[in-house]
Structure formats: C-alpha cells, structure tokens
C-alpha cells in the first residue's frame, strides 16, 4: 500500500474487505502456490488488514 491517502468510505472499506476475501479464498485454492506468491499474498492481506484496523477503529472510536 503505498498511496495511503485514501478516504475510507463504508464503500471502500468494503472494497477493501473483499479484497482481503478474495486474497484468503486464492490462498486456500488447491494446487497450493508457489511459495513466492503465497508470501506476496499472504503479505498484501496482513497490509490491508492492519491499514483497516488501524485507520478504521481510530476514526469510529473518536
């Protein structure tokens, strides 16, 4: 992610949590991956998770 000036939107924070769906969906396939794209994968969710988290829970909280 490296643009984060984004505005979270219910619209594109949805977009964004289908995308983590779609990336753990493509990581349960079979045949497994190989290794250097299960790690790019597994690596772009744990970003968009921790981006959502992180800017998410702060704005609905305050």
Do not use: D, K, Y
Request: charged fraction near 30%.
């Amino acid at each position: 992610m490296a643009c984060r000036n984004v505005a979270l939107t219910p619209e594109n924070t949805a977009a964004w949590q289908r995308e983590i769906e779609r990336t753990t969906r493509r990581l349960a396939t079979r045949p497994t991956l190989p290794p250097l794209l299960r790690h790019r994968l597994e690596a772009r969710r744990t970003e968009i998770t921790a981006f959502l988290l992180e800017n998410t829970t702060t704005r609905e909280s305050a």
